[in-house]
């Protein structure tokens, strides 16, 4: 099997950070965890640039992937977001999402 990371680079809709933190913390980690190839996922607070552009996205959740297919895990998470199967939340603005490999 091999390692892949799955960064998720997200914003809360406006005025709605704690309860997307909420809901990411309590509710959405436990429905990810549940996802076959998902091992560890970290999130993080995204702070500054080195410049002074304006930074895109506020928080980044970095999921660990054990597995020989990525591509079925992205599937298995858009599937499970878009049916209904996690309880996705109003607070969650659009996500971005970037798989990478270590060479």
């Not at 997307?20 to 190839?37: C, M, S």
């Not at 996922?41 to 552009?53: F, G, P, S, T």
């Not at 930074?55 to 660990?64: M, V």
């Not at 895990?73 to 199967?85: N, P, T, Y």
Request: glycine letters at 4%; aromatic letters at 10%.
């Amino acid at each position: 099997m091999a390692d892949y990371k799955l960064l998720v680079y997200t914003n809360a809709a406006p005025g709605q950070d704690d309860a997307f933190n909420t809901w990411y913390d309590d509710i959405h980690l436990g429905e990810v965890y549940q996802v076959d190839g998902i091992s560890t996922a970290l999130r993080y607070d995204i702070l500054e640039k080195a410049d002074d552009d304006v930074l895109p996205h506020r928080y980044l959740a970095i999921y660990e992937l054990s597995t020989d297919d990525p591509q079925g895990v992205l599937k298995e998470l858009s599937r499970r977001a878009r049916s209904g199967v996690f309880n996705m939340s109003p607070s969650l603005a659009d996500p971005v999402l970037t798989l990478i490999k270590q060479r």
